[in-house]
């Protein structure tokens, strides 16, 4: 850099686009769009199930409450068992989730990720 170009604190325009402009690219790249649908693939049926389970037991408990006091075994009753599938159901799909991101999208991000921040050099 010029001595000029130091005093005045300006830096000199080089040939690297505007971050903008390479994450709008990144954005409307197949890549990006892939790795977008891979996503909404799992998230919004996984969500739609969880909801649908957590809205049934609701739904059990209000409606049909002798069916949920109804003992299954010693003092478990078919609410606390349908209660503690909720958490049991949570962790199995924290689980699920953490798997299909590593095995489908994590490899794919990474490299946009790579190949975006090689793009702003």
């Known amino acids: 850099?010029?001595?000029p170009e130091q005093?005045?604190?300006q830096v000199p325009e080089t040939s690297v686009p505007a971050a903008g402009e390479v994450y709008r690219a990144v954005q409307s790249s197949e890549?990006?769009?892939t790795i977008r649908r891979s996503h909404r693939g799992f998230v919004l049926p996984a969500t739609a199930l969880f909801l649908g389970w957590y809205l049934l037991y609701v739904l059990a408990q209000a409606a049909a409450p002798a069916l949920m006091r109804r003992q299954v075994a010693g003092p478990l009753n078919v609410a606390w068992l349908?209660?503690?599938?909720q958490f049991a159901s949570t962790f199995l799909l924290t689980w699920l989730y953490a798997r299909n991101a590593r095995?489908?999208?994590d490899r794919a991000a990474l490299?946009?990720?790579w190949d975006t921040q090689d793009r702003l050099r």
């Open 31 to 33: 890549a990006f769009d």
């Open 103 to 105: 095995t489908k999208r």
């Open 111 to 113: 490299e946009l990720r």
């Open 7 to 9: 005093a005045s604190g």
């Open 82 to 85: 349908l209660g503690l599938g």
């Open 1 to 3: 850099m010029s001595e």
